[in-house]
């Protein structure tokens, strides 16, 4: 079982900056692949970034070149940089944990999720 807490959500202004960080409990985070989700209201959750367990990346086309997903094990926490933001990138953000569907999972199937963290970009 893996728990996940979210945080650095906010109300920013269209071409600022976040840094989402995601804490996971336990002794084997880093046997998961992670990623962040969002979801905004009325439309589907999609995968915006995921990393592998060594650190393989994937991002959305909407987000490449101004989103970095990392992680440190050693703090059993990964980040979801966000700079450059516009008003589409407001949703609730979601972090999550995987080791079920393969090195790098971007479907929304994952094994276990956060509660989710608001981000709004003002225009």
């Known amino acids: 079982q893996v728990q996940l807490v979210e945080s650095g959500g906010g109300l920013v202004q269209a071409g600022g900056s976040l840094r989402l960080s995601c804490a996971a409990s336990?002794?084997?985070?880093?046997?998961?692949?992670m990623g962040w989700f969002r979801q905004a209201p009325g439309k589907e959750r999609e995968c915006v970034a995921a990393?592998?367990?060594?650190?393989?990346?994937y991002y959305a086309d909407s987000v490449k070149g101004r989103f970095t997903i990392s992680r440190v094990n050693a703090k059993n926490t990964v980040y979801l940089q966000l700079n450059s933001l516009k008003p589409e990138d407001t949703a609730v953000y979601y972090c999550?944990?995987?080791?079920?569907?393969?090195?790098?999972?971007?479907?929304?199937?994952?094994?276990?999720w956060g509660q989710g963290t608001q981000v709004t970009v003002s225009s």
């Open positions: 999550a944990a995987d080791q079920s569907h393969g090195i790098l999972p971007t479907g929304s199937n994952y094994d276990y």
């Open positions: 336990g002794r084997t985070f880093s046997s998961y692949a």
């Open positions: 990393i592998s367990r060594r650190g393989i990346t």
